[in-house]
């Protein structure tokens, strides 16, 4: 990140002195890489016996998502969910491969529902307009992803 000026924020006419952060140079977003990445480690875990692991990002909220690369801060990110420029949260595919980890395991374990309903995100953490809508499956919806 390179800002053009380094301000006080609490100094008068700082908003006009600066401009937001951007990226430094050519970067692309790869989505699928964080999810190569949380199932590789999953396999790790899986292998090695663990018993319960934790990713350690929900979302990044201080690096938000943009369409335009110069300034996609949350490219970043190790959060498994982006903060759009409105404050929603939208799933990166990551969050998806994290879902299907879930799924795998509790099959594997015979333990749960099968099929759509084998992981039950806590929505209570979830805005009302996050929360899976009545007859959509309880890990979210591919159709509602970005």
């Not at 690369?69 to 990110?77: C, E, F, G, K, V």
């Not at 799924?103 to 992981?119: C, E, I, V």
């Amino acid at each position: 990140m390179t800002p053009s000026v380094r301000v006080c924020a609490s100094i008068s006419g700082a908003a006009s002195r600066s401009r937001r952060p951007n990226i430094d140079g050519d970067y692309i977003r790869d989505e699928d890489e964080q999810a190569r990445y949380l199932r590789r480690q999953w396999g790790v875990f899986d292998e090695e016996g663990v018993d319960t692991a934790f990713w350690f990002t929900f979302a990044g909220y201080t690096p938000p998502h943009h369409e335009d690369p110069r300034y996609d801060l949350d490219m970043a990110s190790y959060g498994v969910r982006k903060v759009m420029p409105d404050g929603s949260l939208a799933p990166k595919r990551s969050f998806h491969a994290m879902a299907e980890a879930y799924r795998s395991a509790q099959d594997a374990q015979g333990a749960g529902p099968k099929g759509d309903d084998a992981f039950e995100f806590p929505t209570s953490s979830l805005s009302r307009a996050e929360r899976p809508r009545a007859g959509e499956p309880r890990g979210g919806s591919p159709a509602r992803a970005p």
